[in-house]
DNA sequence: AATGAATGAGTTTTCATTCAT
DNA sequence: AATGAATGAAAACTCATTCAT
């Protein structure tokens, strides 16, 4: 492949790829689609990725990054109160927002690892728990201390919080109006999981 | 002369096509392959469906109406106090496990009809918010009759709870437990909603 | 394939397929087609032939057959005077016109047997030859008598009677009030004929 | 970024299908076969035309306009005498003849529009009516200057004019001379035609 | 004898990838 | 380095033919 002598390109390409991945879906995009996209010749995208697999697991890594620095940003044994596990989740969600404030590609992109090959389900898998654990250390945390219910599944309800967490930043991405949406949808999961969740 | 005598192997088809599709993904499973699951001709498959295409098609509108008849099995009016609301929770989430006890397929092959063509994604679109609607439809009889808390935002939080609902139904459906999952994912979902949502 | 036990089927079915192979052409006729057509099941056509081409092949033969009958009926040397000439004329375009007066599928499907295979494609060639050389022994005739003019080229001459009479025949099959319009392209072409070729 | 850089590529191909579907037929043509036969890969003919059919489409509008360019150039209402109504047809020969000097597929490859499509079939009539319309306005014209008989049937004869001038050209594409053939079958329909139609 | 479900060889068509310019 | 023409493996789809019932 000799040097990669633009790396705005490679940012270019693994931009493009990612909106239209995430829109269209990973197989109903063709290599040429980003190319023309870009105003640039296909064989180009050649000189950044060795094939289009390669393309998608960059984008894939790094929404996942993206995610996964949302999440764990905040440290899951910070919290000491109901009041500072509320601010928490506040911030995980203004973070996830600001992220995808580009539109719902992200998280639709993530869900087609598992239509690429056996290699991309499995590290979709493994992404997913992950993100998963660290949700549910955050409320064995509140529990131990004494702010979340003591009954809490804190596994079973970080699998659930994280569902609707995503699905929030989906349908504020989605909307036509993002702002007003980003709030009204933040205030609704706050106001459910709280009341869900306190002891 | 008749078309189509052996109404088996449509249905077989279908199922296995469901299942294939639900696992791999739509672009990942040939025509090739549902026929040697089948142990038929690939050609064999043509007589009953006209492509690959119609065979989605109609696996999805099945998903669909399956999803459909367990949601709106019970009529959004029914509930009178958080007790009835909860029964119909818990009744819902188990016609949905019930369904999608043979595996999660179900819910993964939906996601896929966005990546097909604009005429799938928009059927797909159509089905989610009708889904939504009818579950906020659910919240809104409770903040009428008093039993859920009046400033709830009845459209967002529907789609939290659909999404965690579904989520919930497809945990367990890959669990290597899947009545144990089910049971722990059905409490720590109505222990969330229900004091998510109750005055 | 053992007896041929309704020698009726043979005959539905090579009247048939002389409809559709001549109508929509040989390879756009599907053998299920000519079956439905005859509400029969179309495993039953291979009972009264080997193959798609058998058929194609038995019925070229009889159209020819009867286009060399209609030709040859006249023997060559029978017209001693310009009048017998003409009148021998008028017999094979009634003869003509009498058998594809269901319609003009003869022609055409004889053309498409170019597109079969090689060994079709000889069998057309040589029975073009023979018709015209049946037409040019007529003319050869006339003008040996006299009758006809001394510097006629038989041979191109009868290659162009014989594609202007076909045209007639077709033209006539087609028309929508056929027993018109054959009356008609048989004045125009007599009326040509005879003033192109007299002595 | 364009489209389509190659223009002798596209008219290579059109050349070769002319030929090809000319010789053994639309059906009997495969797209590798037109890919063989100028050494290129298969997939490079679909960066020229969008399928088989758009192929055909295109080689049937090249060849009825060179029909029509051929049968219009001479102005229907030019000819004032027989004198230049004959040199009218000999000019309108040779030019045909000309055209067609490559050989006779051309002719054979118009008549298979009828096995294509209903659209291809339509586009062929309407394509023969109106070289038909041109021909009866061309004897018309001589009927009404009186250098042609009073009484001729100016349609069914332009038919007939039509079909032997064509039979005509295929002879001679066809003959094994055709320089020879082509002096040989003009003077016989030459000798035919004016004989036949004059006053 | 008749049937039509099943079959798979044979085509068309797509598109990721290569490579000469 | 960039390009896009060319490629061909791979997948969808068709339909003549077979054969169990």
Known sequence: MGRR????????ILDTARRLFGSRGY?????????????????????????????????FD??????????????????????????Q???ISA??????????????????????DDAMRERFQCAMSAFSAVSAMRLQNGIAKGFLRADLDAIATADLLLSATFEA????????????A??????????LFIRGVRA
Chains 1, 2, 3, 4 share one sequence.
């Not at 063709?30 to 984008?59: C, P, W």
């Not at 930043?169 to 007003?180: F, G, H, I, L, Q």
């Not at 980003?182 to 106001?191: K, N, P, Q």
């Open 169 to 180: 930043v989906r349908k504020t991405a989605e909307a036509s109006d993002p702002a007003a």
């Open 5 to 12: 002598r633009n790396p705005d390109r490679q940012r270019q």
């Open 62 to 87: 790094e929404v996942v990054a993206q995610y996964a620095a949302a999440l764990t940003h905040e440290a899951p044994g910070q919290a000491n109160s109901l009041e500072e596990y509320e601010a």
């Open 27 to 59: 197989h109903a995009t063709q290599i040429a689609d980003i190319a023309e996209s870009l105003q640039i010749g296909h064989g180009t995208v050649y000189r950044y990725f060795s094939n289009k697999r390669d393309i998608y697991e960059q984008v």
């Open 89 to 91: 989740l506040r911030r």
């Open 95 to 116: 973070t996830l927002t600001a992220l995808f404030g580009e539109g719902p590609e992200g998280l639709r992109l993530t869900l087609q690892a598992q239509t690429i």
């Open 182 to 191: 980003g709030i009204r949808y933040l205030e609704a999961s706050i106001g």
